[in-house]
């Protein structure tokens, strides 16, 4: 007879032709909007393209993710949809430079942080320095 001692904190498994099959839900799926909201240590820049709220580590993450997510050839629609963003007509590769200069900057990222904050996105000007 073949025992095997479980620790207190076992996992629930079950065994399907042969194949042990994990019951404990992964900690992270890409899928699950929770999981790709959540700030890690260290992820202090959000994309704040239109309800994507990715959390990043620095200014440039958040522009390649931009860039290629919401900008791609496939998928970028036509204008900027960043919060507070006016929405007019763009190229994509204008759309591009516009990314870079107007929303990925460190500065403008972590001020529209603040303006998210505060649920003032779109209701302030933005103070030219």
């Known amino acids: 007879?073949?025992?095997?001692?479980?620790?207190a904190t076992s996992i629930p498994t079950v065994h399907v032709q042969?194949?042990?099959?994990?019951?404990?839900?992964?900690?992270?799926?890409?899928?699950s909007q929770h999981a790709e909201q959540m700030k890690k240590p260290g992820q202090n820049f959000m994309c704040l393209w239109q309800s994507c709220k990715k959390w990043f580590q620095?200014?440039?993450?958040?522009?390649?993710?931009?860039?290629?997510?919401?900008?791609?050839?496939?998928?970028?629609?036509?204008q900027c949809l960043w919060e507070g963003c006016e929405p007019f007509q763009r190229q994509r590769f204008s759309f591009i430079t516009h990314l870079q200069d107007k929303h990925c900057s460190r500065d403008a990222l972590l001020a529209?942080?603040?303006?998210?904050?505060?649920?003032?996105?779109?209701?302030?000007?933005?103070?030219?320095?």
């Not at 007879?1 to 620790?7: A, E, H, V």
């Not at 042969?18 to 899928?31: K, V």
């Not at 529209?112 to 320095?129: A, F, I, R, T, W």
């Open 1 to 7: 007879l073949f025992l095997q001692s479980t620790p």
């Open 112 to 129: 529209g942080l603040k303006q998210d904050e505060h649920g003032q996105v779109g209701n302030q000007k933005p103070s030219n320095k």
């Open 18 to 31: 042969g194949q042990q099959i994990n019951l404990q839900p992964p900690s992270y799926t890409a899928a």
């Open 58 to 78: 620095t200014p440039s993450q958040v522009f390649y993710h931009a860039a290629t997510e919401h900008g791609g050839k496939d998928v970028y629609p036509g």
